[in-house]
């Protein structure tokens, strides 16, 4: 036959007593980036890696045999939850109410036929599919002509593409579909009738994907800088600042590699599903690049800025991978891992500067941001259980029996962390000769015990976000606290104008 074409089983009819009127053509609809704000053969690519990395290398080939054939290979293998998939309401809002009319609605699609029939199936507004069948990819040109032999009385197409356009140059009229600028444009020049369901900014979903706010969480590289006695070293700070930037943009493709391999999980989420991924505000192709070139961005940034900061920031890269790939499924070792990570980039400061390594330093880290971790662990169980999801957390290893666990261990590792830094001004910060008012540090403890409690009080109460850094980025009593902590610094690193304070010895 050359492509796939299935009809819904339709229940018989009685005989109309007079002679009907003639059906309105049909309503032809495409399915990647139209029906669903997703692509599934994407989708079922990576469903595939996420069980067996190493399925890389028979997709690798699969790909000569062609398009169509490495669709039906992917398909056959994927495991895809379709009712989770981002959909576009609108659309659909619009196809029920056009088959409330008689109208006969089609799905046609370059999609495999295996992956079209379970569309079909999740959304029952369809009477038949039209889809390419491991030969033949029924894509762009071939849909058209397709089209046009099944339906010469002519018919309504909705689609999204530039693949698209020889279908609308067919179709009796155009429904673009949050499509590009350049689409849109093309299709309004045929000069057919037309309607648009336009798109939500690309640009805004990919700057959310990227989570650039979590860079926030890289100032901890200028942290050596001062207690180190370098703040006043411009070469230093420029070190320090490449530092940051390579950590960056490496953390902004880790995101999206995350929430890549996270996608199913973030779907059933009661707020994870609002990411740009999971909601399909942010093409999967898109994603997809943004987070090779973020990659390749911040290891060339960490080579420039020397072997050291390179070995830091791939150390950084592969604990992001295993935890990503593995360790966020382990109750405990999870949230170490990411007191580990924001760890880690404290050293990877303290090698861009070459200073002397502080052990009080990096398990005051080590504790504070571990206790966050546990706060995050401790939202999502009081979450889960608010909306009457008992059991297992979706995702994740742990259950919601353990929320009193995880409590407990949380504001423990605070209490260490604040113990811990009060430790470190007792036997080393004020050895630092370099350091213009060491006692301005005794501040920060005290901006530590509010901040920390300030976190698991509002945790207890259901107000914190998901992620305690992105809530504190917002929070005005915890970017308050972060100003007086950053005066305290830059007292103990420049110091105060001479004869302010002398009493004091500041």
């Not at 261990?409 to 004020?430: D, K, M, Q, R, W």
């Amino acid at each position: 036959m050359g492509f796939a074409s299935v009809r819904r089983a339709e229940l018989p009819t009685p005989t109309p007593v007079c002679a009907p009127s003639p059906r309105p053509v049909p309503l032809v609809i495409d399915l990647d980036g139209t029906l669903l704000r997703t692509d599934l053969l994407l989708e079922g690519a990576v469903s595939i890696l996420r069980r067996n990395l190493f399925m890389v290398f028979a997709m690798l080939l699969w790909l000569p045999r062609g398009r169509a054939y490495f669709k039906r290979k992917v398909a056959e293998r994927a495991t895809l939850d379709i009712a989770t998939m981002p959909s576009h309401a609108e659309l659909l809002a619009h196809i029920e109410a056009e088959r409330a009319t008689g109208r006969e609605i089609v799905l046609a699609t370059a999609a495999d036929a295996l992956m079209a029939l379970k569309v079909m199936q999740a959304f029952p507004v369809f009477d038949r599919v039209v889809a390419s069948d491991g030969i033949r990819n029924l894509k762009g040109e071939a849909k058209a002509l397709q089209l046009a032999a099944l339906y010469p009385q002519g018919f309504d197409y909705a689609g999204n593409a530039a693949a698209d356009l020889p279908v609308w140059v067919r179709a009796r009229a155009v429904i673009a579909v949050e499509a590009p600028t350049r689409v849109t444009l093309a299709a309004r020049a045929l000069g057919k009738p037309m309607q648009e369901f336009p798109a939500a900014s690309r640009a805004r979903a990919l700057v959310k994907g990227l989570r650039l706010h979590q860079w926030a969480k890289n100032g901890l590289v200028f942290l050596p800088l001062v207690l180190g006695g370098r703040a006043g070293d411009p070469a230093a700070w420029g070190l320090a600042l490449a530092a940051f930037l390579a950590l960056g943009l490496v953390a902004s493709a880790s995101y999206l590699l995350n929430d890549l391999l996270d996608l199913p999980h973030d779907r059933a989420h009661w707020s994870k599903r609002e990411r740009p991924l999971a909601s399909g505000r942010l093409p999967l192709a898109t994603g997809i690049a943004a987070l090779i070139l973020g990659l390749a961005g911040g290891l060339a940034v960490a080579f420039a800025a020397g072997a050291a900061v390179l070995a830091g920031v791939l150390a950084y890269l592969a604990l992001t991978l295993t935890y990503s790939a593995w360790l966020k499924r382990v109750p405990m070792l999870d949230a170490l891992t990411l007191g580990s990570l924001f760890t880690l980039r404290i050293a990877v400061g303290v090698a861009a500067i070459a200073v002397a390594w502080s052990p009080w330093l990096l398990t005051f880290s080590m504790f504070l941001f571990t206790s966050l971790s546990f706060a995050k662990r401790h939202t999502e169980l009081r979450g889960a259980a608010k909306r009457g999801r008992f059991g297992k957390l979706s995702g994740r290893g742990y259950q919601s029996a353990d929320e009193p666990v995880v409590l407990a261990f949380g504001i423990a590792a605070g209490l260490a962390s604040i113990v811990i830094f009060i430790l470190y001004l007792a036997n080393e910060a004020f050895r630092h000769a370099a350091l213009a008012a060491p006692l301005a540090l005794w501040m920060f403890p005290m901006v530590l015990v509010l901040f920390m409690g300030r976190v698991w009080l509002l945790a207890g109460r259901d107000e914190l976000h998901d992620d305690p850094v992105a809530f504190a980025v917002k929070d005005r009593p915890s970017l308050a606290l972060a100003g007086i902590a950053g005066l305290a610094f830059g007292i103990a690193a420049f110091g105060l104008p001479q004869g302010l304070l002398p009493a004091w010895g500041l």
